[in-house]
């Protein structure tokens, strides 16, 4: 049961990554961009490429955890081993950007993580 908790956590963290990788790479400078980061067009326009390379690692995160839920059992030290990647850039993010990176970003993370060390 925690097991499979753990799974489908992880599985809405790689979709959360995925949905990063989109803003970030493809619609930064977008309305919707703009809002969910509170840029503005000028500040947006002048970090576009910075945050087109952040969008990419946000990607190889959800491709990580991907992995390791397309591995099953046997995936669980990569499971790990990625979640704990996002609980690390989350509380960076948290501590250097917004504290709001803490709640989205790397909780959901360690409770799948916790979860998953419980199973």
Not at 98 to 108: E, K, N
């Amino acid at each position: 049961m925690l097991g499979t908790l753990a799974g489908v956590l992880t599985g809405l963290v790689a979709l959360l990554h995925l949905y990063f990788l989109v803003l970030e790479m493809f619609l930064w400078t977008k309305p919707l961009g703009l809002k969910v980061f509170r840029n503005t067009p000028e500040k947006a326009e002048a970090s576009r490429v910075l945050a087109a390379n952040q969008g990419l690692y946000n990607g190889f995160l959800a491709a990580g955890l991907a992995w390791s839920l397309w591995l099953g059992a046997a995936g669980r030290d990569i499971q790990l081993f990625f979640l704990g990647c996002v609980i690390v850039a989350g509380a960076y993010g948290a501590y250097s950007v917004s504290r709001r990176i803490l709640w989205v970003q790397a909780a959901p993370a360690a409770v799948a993580m916790g979860l998953l060390l419980a199973a």
